[in-house]
Every structure is written in structure tokens, then in C-alpha cells.
């Protein structure tokens, strides 16, 4: 087996096997054969341990390798402090997948799982000891924490447990009842002390054996310690270094991701050098003691010396008192810029003083940014199948731009604008700090990856007031003038060893800023409104998109349009267009037709859907089949389950009725219509007209948010559109349509431009203005705020890049257990044996796999009958070779009509086991039982492999 930079490493698995690559460091003092003889312990056992205690343990994050596990322990303390949420610390075992965000955590997870790691190699090396439940038919290699853990699940559903310790009668069916016996009656034990019908003994008495040898070599595998310990070869001048660095990624995770102000930390260093120099008598106590004890007399001016020395050894003191590098706000910003990988933003005075935008150079952040090995590895990922639209470079605008379509390493951008309120928005400061922000990410990064925060990168930030006053041309100029440069020139990458163009991709905005950009009217009451079409808001209420009566926006008449109206005098706008757009003045390989895409959230999430369902919740109230009472009772009362926990929607306020919308946010507007046929189906008539409307939206929407489309799906788009339209203005002919549900009639055609939707839309985006709020809460600073706001942003990116990695583990588990392959359903078995010699595995309750949580419990699209998809749901998640496997009990299922739904049933308790590639669909979906039917309702539109 080899490790992640190629050397040989030693596998420690649930089961020790030899191999022909392992590298294995001997001690022949090690073998002290005659304690093995007075033990009577097998000799092949006890070198069973000397090759755990000298394989060579390999770092996770870098080319590290080490001959003992603490000295890896202290690698990581070491090197690698500077973990967080995004780059948590790997546990040390190599077929582990578990991380940590905290070193407490990890040290926990060692001595809880990894302890008796010595024991474990005895233990499996002779007959492995189980634990059978006596209550079930459930059997695992034995740990005390996995045994117990299993007899609580039998206390949750109330069933009478025996406590599974010799000579113990008690019982009981009260989970805390149990806790209280167990911790009062029984301490920390051995398997030979808990009954032999629930675990099985080793003949031989091996734990007693265990015990002796694992304390007799405690001190060549020290799992437990967690000290720094002792290098001879370290050197100091280099260890000081480095912990001086650590102390400034302490100071700079407070201020850039706990969001500690600087005036706080200022203080925290104060009192922590005044606590340490008025220690200086303890230490010169302790010291005098010391020499005393052993004998030895010295000189009072020799005793100042020695404790003085070990005064300036403590680096956080040196480095953070009077005159250190670290001591101020101000010198710790200087040391941050010169040793991380730190760009800081520029001041662009906006021709008068006091009117200023902050610009982070967007060159140099690319540069920084593919510094970091992940950036270059995911946008040289493979792409996928041919014949889908799966990404923006599937697109006909990607593939026709000359440009991004020559097959070489280029850099589209996407660029988002927005404006954010950054003060209370219901204060007397309202509209006072309003801001415009300008982000950017790399298009060609899958989006499973460019999704994370710290992916979208800030370039501009500017005050509202001084945009409208200057204009989109004074404050993108140093932003404009830098992307000519990379369309042009390119940008230097190192890893690359040449010059790599680009350009601006697209602009993902709402649409009154991509209109305000574009140079299109941004007024949507009348008139020609749609920027993808020349059609008119009163040709919307009449005519659909797919009767192709509507003609297109195309580049040679989009600049026709512009020309006519800076040539007239008198024109305002001509077909909806006012004037030109600064970047497709600025840049060759950008146009404003195919460059802003539309956006499904303020589209659908926050526009059509919170306002149908007002209209339509309003005529069913009505029609008595409930009340609001009634509906808002449903919505706080129902068990929502896994992530609709995070996006339940709210109670419908009173107002709504008048107002002629919900409201809401677009988490909870998309949980709302997608849960609602469970809330209130079973009420509602069947075949009821203003049901249908809501539930073709819902269909819509599930479309809209599919992540990858084939010919087929995109016809099929079309129609839900066309039937949704048609039902909305059956049941409502006096509603007027909305700008909005005109633009929504473009998606099929437009995601052939840009590739799906869901991957150019503002969501995340938006969720990036909760840093900036954050840090202006925290600072409570209005003073240059642009600057505070721009500089912080990018400490924050600093510290993400002076990570070993700048994204998360593809694979990520907080706690696993080995669990025996003979105990396991035979199809899992099969399953297993196809991967894996090993007689155990590890499993888990949940794993996340790409940002996404697969939980026990969670129900998954797999398969396929009659053209609709099966589901399967979670029972246990296997972790064969860094490999997830999903074991699920099977269900049949039928779609509900009326409710949009699938039904489920158990298809007599079959059982299958699957991988992530096999699944329909990555989003493992909850079921609820509703009126003793379990429903499933999915969240987006799910294409079925057909096999």
C-alpha cells in the first residue's frame, strides 16, 4: 500500500494484514521473551505489537512521515494548527476518514477509539471477542462504548434491559435510569467482567494478558500522551519560528473567523503578558525548589539567570510583548501581509475626497489562489457526460465564446453584484451604509466546490450612493483594467509554469441589477422588459415563449439598439435598452446578451411562489377546505426531519391577504411548496382547479432546480411551464402575469446557453453577505467601514490559504465503529468481499460525502420501475477502503397525483446495498407519515438511470 505522496506506509485496518510494500522498522530488545514466557502469551503476538509500535505513520496533509504515533500527534500540534471547519485535522489511522475541527476533539477521538490500539492487534490476531445482544439479533467486535450505545437504542423505544455486567440483576426500561446504574454501580471494565452469553471470552484470558503487555510498551507507543516531547534533531531556532507562526494564526483565526475585535484581542494580549510576568515568582520558586531537592546550591544573580531564560522561552510572552512583532494591531497586520498569503485590498479615490471604493486585485488573488494544489485539481476534474447539459461550459455561450472555447487551461469568471444593507434596515441608519458588492468565482470549479464561501472571492465593495453618482465605469475601472489584462496577457500561474487567459463568463445578479449593469430599462411596469427578448409586458399576457412569436435579443441587435439611443436626442430607450454596458465596452470576449443569465431565486423562490401562494392559500381559505389557523398549526406542528429542520418555513402572517404575498426567504418559500401537500393535501378535494395551480409550480420549481438536463428533460420543461400558465390563468383570468413568469418561460432555451440554472444563481451568493454583516456587528465601527470590511475579508481568505487544503474532504465522518463482515446481511457480505479481504469494516450513522449529509434514516433515489424512481432508505453506512457504501432496506413506491408525491411501503424488509455513483440523485431526501401512509416529496426533479 502506498501513501499519498508515494511511500510506503503500514495500514493498520480492523484487521492487521501483511504486505509486500509495508516498510517495518524491528527492535530486537523490543522481544523480551522471557515476560512473554512468564505470561504465556504467544510470541507471534507480541510481534503482532512491535510492528504496530514501528510502522511509519503518515501525515494526511503534507509529505510527513513518522516511526511512532505521538511523534505524528505532534506533527500535527506542530505544523498543522491551523485547522478549522473548512480544513478540520484527519484522524492519524490511515483507513480513517473521520476529521475534527479541534485538536481537543481529535485527542478524544484517540484515547475513545484508538487506545487500546495494541489490544485491538491481540485481540484480532486470535479469536476476535464479541458482543452479542441479548435482545436482538445484533453482534459486533466488543467495546464498551459500542455496547452500551446499543443497548440505549433498545432504552429509547422503552424495551426492558438486563444490565449486561456478571452478578448483576438489575433492569429496567428508563434510559436515564440505566445511565444512573451504570454510572454508579459499574466503572470502566473488561470484557471479563460482563456476562459470557452477551460477550464471548477468550479461553485464554487474553485481556488480562492484553492489559499487561499494552502497559508494558506504553512507553514505545504512547497513545494517550499528548505532550510535545522531546527531538533531539529539532531545531529550536526553527521550532520558535514556528511557533511564533502559530500564535499569529491564533490572533488571525480570532479576527478573521471568530470575528473578535481588534480592540478585544488587544486587551486579551495585555492581560496575558501581565498574568505571565507576575507569575515570574512561582517559576522562581519552583525552580529553587527543584535544585534544593536534588542537592543543589546556586547563586542568587545564577537564579535570576536560569528563571529569566525560561521567562523568554515562552513564545507567546516574547512575541506579544512591548515591541514584538505581534504586539499591536498594527504589527500584527504587518506580520499577516508578509507571511500569509495575503492580498490586500486598494483604495480608489472616486474623483472627490471621502468617495472611495475598496478593490482586492483580482490578478494577484488568482495567483495566490492556485498557489493552493486543490484550486488546480478540481478544474482539471473530468467533465461529464456527453450529451448533457451539466455545467456552464455544456452552454452554447461558453462553447461560442472564442475565447473560454479553445480547449485549453482558462479562467471564466463569474462575477455577482448586489447591493446589502449592512446596518439595521429598520434603524435610523437605514440606507445610510448601503453597500454594493462585487464578487467573483472561478466558473470552471465544479460547483459542488465553488458553492463554499470562501470560494467566492470579493473585488469590489462601494458605497451605494457613490455608484449612482459615478457610475458602473468610474468604480469597475481597476477591475475592468485587470480582466483586459488576463483576456489579453493572462496571469502568470506558478504551478502551471505559463501565462493562463480569461475573462468574464457571465454576471449573476437580481434583475434590477443585471438590467442596471446591462444598460436595460429597470423599470418592470410596462414596456419592453425581458432582456432575452424584444417581446412587450402586454404581448406577455397573451402569447407564450414556445409559440416563438416573440423575436430574440442577439448581439448584432442589442448593439443596434444601443447605437440608436446614444445617437438620439430625444429616445430614452429603444426596445428596452438604454445605453451601452461598461463591460462590453471594456472587454473583447464579453457581450451583454449572453452574459446575464437569469436568476432562480429571485425568479421563482422569492418572487412567483411566495406570491401564488398567497393568491392561491387565499381562494382555498375561502373556499373553506381550511383556515389559516388551521394551516399555520400544520406548519409549526410538523416533525420536520435532517435539513428541512434548517429551511422550515414560517407561520403565514394575517397581512398576507392584502399584501398579495408571503414573504419569506427562499429556503422556506421552496420547503413551503414542496411540503405542502403534506400539511394540507389530505383536505383538499381532489381534481380542485387552484390545488393544480400550486401543485404545476411545484413541478416547475423541482425542474428549475435540477442540476443536469438532457434534451428530453429540457421538452419536458417546456410543457410543466406551458400547463402551469394555463392553470394559473383558468383558475385566476383577472391575475395579470408578471415580468417574472415571462422569464421563466426562457429557461429551457437558456439553459442551453448557460447550463443549468441552479449553477449561475444567487444563492450562495447572497449567503456570502452574512461575513460583512458579521464583521461590522462584531466591530460596531462605522469609520472607513469599506475598508475594515474589505481588509477582514481578506485575512480570512489568508487563513484559508496557509491551509494544507483550501476545500473540504471529499469524505468526512465525526465517529465510526468496526462491525464484523460475517455478521452482516449476506448481500452486504457479497458486497463487502468484492472490496475488502478484512473480516471488519467500519460503519457509521452519517457521513458526509461533497458537502452533502447522508444520515441512517434518510431515504435515497436508486433504481427505477415503470419509468419512476424506486427508493431505498438508509439502514447502515459501510466505509470499505475510503469507499461509502449505503445498505438500505428497499421500498416499494407509487406516485400520488394529487399530492405530487411518492407513497412508500416496505417491499417484505428486501435489502440492497449501494454506492454514490448508483443513486438517481445525490440529495437523500426524509419521509413523513401522514394519516398512516409514509409520503416522500422530492426536492427536485429526479432523472432516473435507466440500466
Not at 255 to 275: D, F, G, K, R
Not at 444 to 471: E, F
Amino acid at each position: 500500500m502506498r501513501g499519498r505522496f508515494g511511500q510506503p506506509v503500514w495500514i493498520k485496518g480492523p484487521q492487521l494484514q501483511t504486505t509486500t510494500t509495508t516498510t517495518l522498522i524491528f527492535s530486537s530488545a523490543a522481544l523480551n521473551l522471557e515476560k512473554l514466557n512468564r505470561m504465556q502469551v504467544d510470541p507471534c503476538l507480541y510481534k503482532e505489537f512491535c510492528f504496530v509500535s514501528n510502522m511509519i505513520w503518515q501525515c494526511k496533509l503534507c509529505a510527513a512521515s513518522f516511526t511512532s504515533r505521538i511523534q505524528l500527534f505532534r506533527h500535527y500540534r506542530l505544523q498543522h494548527s491551523h485547522y478549522s471547519r473548512i480544513s478540520p485535522l484527519p484522524c492519524l489511522y490511515t483507513d480513517y476518514i473521520c476529521t475534527f475541527q479541534t485538536l481537543n476533539a481529535l485527542s478524544t477521538h484517540l484515547s475513545r477509539y484508538h487506545t487500546a490500539q495494541l489490544s485491538s492487534c491481540a485481540e484480532q490476531s486470535q479469536r476476535p471477542v464479541l458482543f452479542k445482544c441479548p435482545l436482538c439479533t445484533f453482534q459486533q467486535p466488543f467495546s464498551e462504548t459500542g455496547l452500551f450505545s446499543h443497548l440505549r437504542k433498545h432504552l429509547k423505544n422503552h424495551e426492558t434491559v438486563t444490565c449486561p455486567y456478571k452478578d448483576c440483576r438489575y433492569s429496567t426500561n428508563v434510559y436515564s435510569s440505566f445511565n444512573s446504574h451504570k454510572s454508579r454501580a459499574h466503572q470502566a471494565s473488561l470484557a471479563t467482567d460482563f456476562q459470557s452469553d452477551i460477550v464471548s471470552e477468550d479461553p485464554h484470558n487474553l485481556q488480562a494478558s492484553i492489559s499487561e503487555v499494552a502497559s508494558d510498551l506504553h512507553e514505545e507507543c504512547p497513545g494517550q500522551s499528548t505532550e510535545v516531547g522531546n527531538d533531539d534533531q529539532c531545531d529550536t531556532d526553527s521550532l520558535r519560528n514556528q511557533l511564533k507562526k502559530n500564535v499569529s494564526s491564533l490572533f488571525l483565526k480570532m479576527q478573521a473567523i471568530l470575528h473578535v475585535s481588534n480592540t478585544a484581542t488587544q486587551e486579551i494580549v495585555e492581560h496575558l503578558n501581565q498574568i505571565f510576568s507576575l507569575s515570574e515568582p512561582l517559576i522562581k520558586e519552583a525552580v529553587s525548589d527543584i535544585l534544593q531537592r536534588n542537592g543543589h546550591s546556586i547563586a542568587e544573580p545564577t537564579l535570576s539567570e536560569v528563571v529569566a531564560t525560561v521567562m523568554d522561552c515562552n513564545v507567546l510572552s516574547t512575541s506579544t510583548s512591548k515591541g514584538a512583532e505581534l504586539s499591536s494591531t498594527k504589527r500584527r497586520k504587518t506580520f499577516i501581509e508578509c507571511n500569509y498569503p495575503c492580498v490586500m485590498p486598494v483604495e480608489y479615490q472616486l474623483d472627490q475626497p471621502g468617495h472611495t471604493s475598496m478593490y482586492v486585485p483580482i490578478l494577484s488573488m488568482i495567483q495566490e489562489l492556485f498557489k493552493n494544489t486543490d484550486i488546480l485539481k478540481k478544474i482539471t476534474e473530468p467533465n461529464t457526460a456527453s450529451g448533457q447539459y451539466a455545467s456552464c461550459s455544456d452552454g452554447s455561450h461558453f462553447l461560442e465564446n472564442d475565447l473560454l472555447s479553445t480547449g485549453d487551461l482558462i479562467l471564466p469568471l463569474q462575477l455577482y453584484i448586489d447591493e446589502l444593507e449592512i446596518a439595521n434596515p429598520l434603524g435610523t441608519s437605514r440606507k445610510i451604509h448601503k453597500l454594493c458588492a462585487v464578487y467573483w468565482v472561478l466558473a470552471n470549479v465544479p460547483p459542488k466546490y465553488r458553492s463554499a464561501l470562501h470560494a467566492i472571492q470579493l473585488a469590489i465593495l462601494v458605497k451605494v450612493t457613490d455608484l449612482r453618482k459615478y457610475g458602473y465605469a468610474a468604480v469597475l475601472a481597476p477591475l475592468l483594467r485587470d480582466v483586459r489584462t488576463l483576456e489579453q496577457d493572462g496571469v502568470f500561474i506558478e504551478r502551471v509554469g505559463q501565462n493562463v487567459r480569461g475573462t468574464i463568463f457571465c454576471v449573476s445578479a437580481d434583475n434590477l441589477a443585471a438590467h442596471g449593469l446591462g444598460g436595460f430599462v429597470e423599470s418592470f411596469r410596462a414596456g419592453h422588459v425581458c432582456r432575452f427578448c424584444m417581446g412587450s409586458i402586454e404581448q406577455f399576457q397573451v402569447i407564450e415563449v414556445r409559440e416563438r412569436r416573440f423575436p430574440q435579443r442577439t448581439e448584432a441587435s442589442h448593439d443596434l439598439h444601443v447605437q440608436t439611443v446614444q445617437e438620439s436626442d430625444t429616445l430614452s430607450s429603444h426596445f428596452g435598452v438604454k445605453g451601452g454596458c461598461v463591460l462590453r465596452e471594456s472587454l473583447n470576449y464579453f457581450h451583454t446578451i449572453t452574459g446575464f443569465p437569469p436568476d432562480i431565486l429571485h425568479d421563482l423562490l422569492e418572487g412567483i411562489v411566495p406570491m401564488e401562494l398567497s393568491l392561491c392559500v387565499k381562494e382555498m381559505i375561502r373556499l373553506k377546505y381550511f383556515t389559516l389557523e388551521y394551516l399555520n398549526h400544520k406548519i409549526t406542528s410538523f416533525p420536520y426531519q435532517h435539513t428541512d429542520k434548517v429551511d422550515r418555513p414560517q407561520p403565514l402572517p394575517k397581512m398576507f391577504l392584502s399584501r398579495g404575498t408571503i414573504g419569506g426567504n427562499g429556503h422556506e418559500n421552496a420547503t413551503l411548496l414542496r411540503l405542502l401537500p403534506l400539511l394540507v393535501g389530505s383536505v383538499v378535494p381532489e381534481g380542485d382547479k387552484v390545488w393544480a395551480v400550486l401543485m404545476e409550480l411545484k413541478e416547475v420549481v423541482e425542474l428549475a432546480l435540477c442540476p443536469s438536463f438532457t434534451d428530453e428533460t429540457l421538452d419536458y420543461f417546456v410543457c410543466k411551464i406551458s400547463d402551469h400558465r394555463q392553470a394559473l390563468l383558468e383558475v385566476f383570468p383577472e391575475v395579470r402575469l408578471r415580468p417574472k413568469h415571462h422569464y421563466v418561460e426562457h429557461y429551457p432555451a437558456l439553459v442551453k446557453c448557460f447550463g443549468p440554472l441552479l449553477h449561475v444563481w444567487t444563492m450562495r451568493f447572497e449567503a456570502k453577505h452574512r461575513f460583512f454583516k458579521r464583521v461590522v456587528h462584531d466591530t460596531q465601527n462605522f469609520k472607513n467601514i469599506l475598508k475594515t470590511m474589505a481588509v477582514r475579508h481578506q485575512h480570512m481568505m489568508a487563513y484559508h490559504l496557509a491551509a494544507p487544503s483550501f476545500f473540504k474532504p471529499k469524505t468526512q465522518a465525526s465517529r465510526v465503529d468496526s462491525v464484523l463482515v460475517s455478521a452482516l446481511p449476506e448481500v452486504a457480505q457479497a458486497h463487502i468481499r468484492e472490496q475488502t479481504t478484512s473480516d471488519t469494516i467500519y460503519k457509521t450513522s452519517k457521513v458526509t460525502i461533497d458537502g452533502t449529509d447522508y444520515v441512517c434514516g434518510m431515504f435515497l433515489s436508486v433504481g427505477v420501475s415503470g419509468g419512476l424512481s424506486k427508493f431505498s432508505k438508509i439502514k447502515q453506512i459501510y466505509l470499505v477502503n475510503h469507499n461509502v457504501s449505503f445498505l438500505c432496506c428497499d421500498y416499494e413506491s407509487w406516485y400520488v397525483e394529487h399530492l405530487r408525491s411518492y407513497e412508500l411501503s416496505t417491499a417484505d424488509t428486501s435489502l440492497s446495498i449501494h454506492l454514490q455513483s448508483d443513486l438517481n440523485d445525490t440529495v437523500p431526501l426524509s419521509a413523513y407519515t401522514i394519516d398512516d401512509s409514509l409520503l416522500l416529496t422530492p426536492k427536485r426533479f429526479i432523472q432516473v438511470r435507466q440500466n
